[in-house]
């Protein structure tokens, strides 16, 4: 059972911009929870096609990706990186629903990737400061997560990983092999809206597939996305092909998002379906 003080939560929840943002839809404009939390997801879909994070953001020194192993970090070459420490809602809902050993393994995850995708990689004791906790307690995390078969990208560790990808890619890859969201959760530490929105996302590449759109700069342009995950996607998107025909579940995917992204129709021309 989670110990999470649930006034706390609810404390923190109130300060942040989303929950701001809902309140004002409810008091302003006498909204109900859900249809403002609709409105929000709409918003963040349309403004920014990923949920926007700048606040909750440090920059950091840390070991090149480049550095040779052997010698003083001194004497390596160090590049600076920006890290999300808070990731806002999406943090206080791992806390709430799966404690605070879930988040703080879920920001080892979500830190070690943002500075390897920058070209830097964090050592246990860069996580230890950041996390304000022992080194320990950092390589504990590090081996249950890496249990749960996620990719951790830490000075002295990566090399041993070999090809990676992403969380996002790696969530979505689950979802196809069938896994519940509550098996997600656990494995990955991400929350459930979380979960949702990186599935959304893959549902978006299928609609851009499905319309004939397949330049990975095109794709990853039209879903505001880096050009590696466009091309994890398109690798997820193969492995479940049974030759030209898409599988059920791409069908269904492709369903829902046809209704929130409906072709634009020129004129004399049909709508590609």
């Given at each position: 059972m989670?110990?999470?003080?649930k006034?706390?939560?609810?404390?923190s929840l109130e300060k942040t911009p989303e929950q701001l943002f809902v309140n004002s839809l409810r008091r302003e404009f006498e909204l109900s929870p859900a249809e403002s939390l609709g409105i929000l997801e709409l918003a963040k879909r349309c403004l920014f096609g990923e949920i926007p994070k700048t606040l909750g953001k440090l920059k950091f020194l840390c070991a090149s990706r480049r550095a040779k192993h052997g010698?003083?970090?001194?004497?390596?070459?160090?590049?600076?990186v920006e890290l999300t420490l808070d990731g806002g809602i999406e943090d206080l809902d791992v806390l709430r629903t799966q404690g605070a050993r879930a988040l703080r393994q879920l920001k080892i995850l979500r830190l070690t990737e943002e500075a390897f995708e920058q070209g830097g990689l964090l050592t246990q004791e860069d996580l230890g400061r950041l996390l304000q906790v022992s080194s320990r307690t950092i390589r504990t995390d590090i081996s249950e997560l890496v249990a749960d078969g996620n990719f951790v990208h830490t000075r002295g560790f990566d090399h041993d990983i070999g090809r990676s990808v992403s969380h996002k890619a790696r969530?979505?890859?689950?979802?196809?092999?069938?896994?519940?969201y509550d098996e997600i959760m656990r494995r990955s530490r991400h929350s459930a809206h979380s979960i949702?929105?990186?599935?959304?996302?893959f549902g978006r590449l299928l609609l851009l597939l499905n319309r004939d759109v397949t330049s990975v700069k095109e794709i990853s342009r039209l879903l505001n996305q880096s050009e590696k995950l466009t091309r994890e996607y398109l690798e997820i998107f193969e492995?479940?092909?049974?030759?030209?025909r898409w599988p059920p579940i791409y069908l269904e995917l492709l369903e829902q998002l046809k209704a929130l992204y409906p072709a634009k129709k020129k004129p004399g021309e049909e709508v590609v379906r």
């Open positions: 989670l110990h999470t003080d006034s706390l939560y609810d404390r010698k003083p970090l001194s004497e390596q070459d160090m590049v600076r969530i979505v890859d689950l979802y196809l092999s069938g896994f519940t949702k929105r990186y599935v959304c996302s492995k479940y092909k049974d030759g030209d």
